[in-house]
């Protein structure tokens, strides 16, 4: 089975906790807080293999976590950092934000990687807080959580030129006679189930990549047969042969079906409309081609649309076909990448998280990631881990924030569990 789409959570490792701790040695009565720091968090980063072409390996496992930090020790031993985790994907590979639906990766090169989960950082151990008035802090920073989030995987084929059109239309036999891919082939619909790609070679300074798109039909944008699924490996290439059957075996009218498929592409996307075609007139060794032959050709030609005569089959007209294809892409820009939105990945410790402030009609409640972080770091029955509380308020502008939404003398505060009375 193909896998072109999977939805997987990913979560970086988180820091480890910093340590208390106090220098205890022989004829050392006071020794002094030696506690070490925590280790940070491992990352999660994506990496592009070339080995790969399927996203099979996400349909089983759904959550990947990096390794955590590991807690500091005393004597200012600092914990090991967690080690990073590589997640694979094959070429092509878009990442996208569940939640925001904005893209976070494209990854198309070998060896190419993006981190998309940062891991924790390691808290620091009490050493770190020991000053000339606190000289024995007994409080110690516990490490960040690593980011998370569940991300889409959108597998989108690579490659210069796109081979559409209706199913069992001769796409696959073309793809076989040009390079050197050998696709499954058979007489009925949808036998392409999965995008088949080949290099083709024209002469030493030209070459192309090429891919058998899976045959559509009529409502493919919406889903029908399988035509979502396959529909987004057209987004890559930078140019379409399409493929018309003129044999008239049938009874199709190749007018119909030029225009049939054209809308299902402008249905699923308009950039993919705008994508330049020349149509392969497959089939021409069918007795009663030229009818049809001329009058896709009458249709096209005031379209600007190049018509050329092939048969797969027999493996006629192909050097005309390719060499018009080189002409082509010499002419069109380069491939265009899927827009990053570099702001939806933040690395978590190196921003602070928000704090928000409601009035419950009781007290003010002060709640959040940051303020949960730095109550977990406190001892607040010792009176230097409770002025270290106190200024850290002031610090992060938990206290201008009070302020601000009118707080006064005397009115009750309350951090989770903990309550006071503010005091200016």
């Known amino acids: 089975m193909f896998v072109d789409i999977a939805k997987i959570f990913i979560k970086g490792g988180d820091g ?23 280790g940070d968090g491992g990352n999660v980063i994506f990496i592009v293999d070339s080995g790969m072409h399927t996203l099979m390996d996400f349909r089983y496992k759904k959550h990947y976590k990096a390794e955590s930090g590991y807690n500091g020790g005393g004597n ?11 997640i694979r994907v094959p070429p092509g590979t878009v990442i996208k934000d569940i939640g925001t639906g904005k893209v976070l990766a494209d990854l198309r090169h070998h060896g190419q990687t993006k981190v998309l989960a940062h891991g924790g950082r390691g808290g620091k151990g009490n050493a770190r807080f020991a000053t000339s008035t606190r000289q024995a802090p007994r409080f110690a920073q516990p490490g960040s959580k690593g ?45 392409t189930l999965t995008p ?3 290099v083709v070679e024209v002469d030493r300074e030209h070459s192309f990549v090429l891919a058998d798109i899976p045959g559509l039909i009529e409502g493919a944008h919406k889903g029908s047969g399988l035509g979502h699924d396959f529909l987004r490996h057209i987004e890559r290439t930078r140019m379409l042969i399409h493929v018309v059957d003129v044999s008239g075996m049938e009874g199709r009218d190749p007018v119909e079906d030029y225009n049939i498929i054209n809308k299902e592409l402008e249905a699923y996307s308009s950039k993919l409309i705008q994508r330049p075609q020349v149509v392969a007139a497959n089939k021409c060794d069918i007795p009663g081609w030229e009818k049809n ?5 009458e249709y096209l030609e005031p379209r600007g649309v190049k018509i ?14 390719l060499w018009e294809i080189v002409k082509m892409l010499n002419e069109l820009p380069p491939e265009e990448s899927f827009e990053e939105d570099e702001e939806e990945i933040v690395d978590s410790y190196l921003y602070e998280q928000p704090f ?19 109550l977990a770091s406190v001892n607040l029955n010792d009176d230097d881990s409770f002025q270290y509380f106190q200024r850290a308020l ?18 009750t505060v309350r951090i989770n569990d903990i309550e006071f009375d503010y005091v200016e």
Request: charged share 30%; net charge positive; hydrophobic share 35%.
């Open 196 to 198: 088949n790609l080949g």
């Open 147 to 191: 980011e998370e989030r569940w991300v889409l995987l959108e597998l989108k084929s690579i490659a210069d030129v796109g081979l559409i059109g209706f199913p069992n239309v001769g796409k696959s036999t073309i793809l076989s006679v040009l390079t050197s891919a050998r696709p499954k082939i058979a007489n009925y619909p949808f036998t």
């Open 76 to 86: 200012n031993k600092k914990g090991k950092n967690g080690e990073d985790l590589y």
């Open 394 to 411: 002031r610090r992060r502008g938990i206290i201008d924030a009070l302020r601000e939404k009118g707080v006064k003398e005397g009115d």
């Open 308 to 321: 050329l005569p092939i048969s797969a089959v027999q493996k006629q007209g192909f050097a005309e076909l």
């Open 16 to 38: 480890g906790n910093g340590a208390v701790s106090f220098r205890r040695e022989k004829y050392v009565p006071r020794g002094g807080p030696d506690g070490g720091d925590g």
């Open 356 to 374: 928000e402030i409601t009035f419950d009609g009781e007290a003010y409640v002060v709640s959040g990631p940051a303020v949960d972080r730095l």
């Open 293 to 297: 032959f001329e009058k896709l050709k």
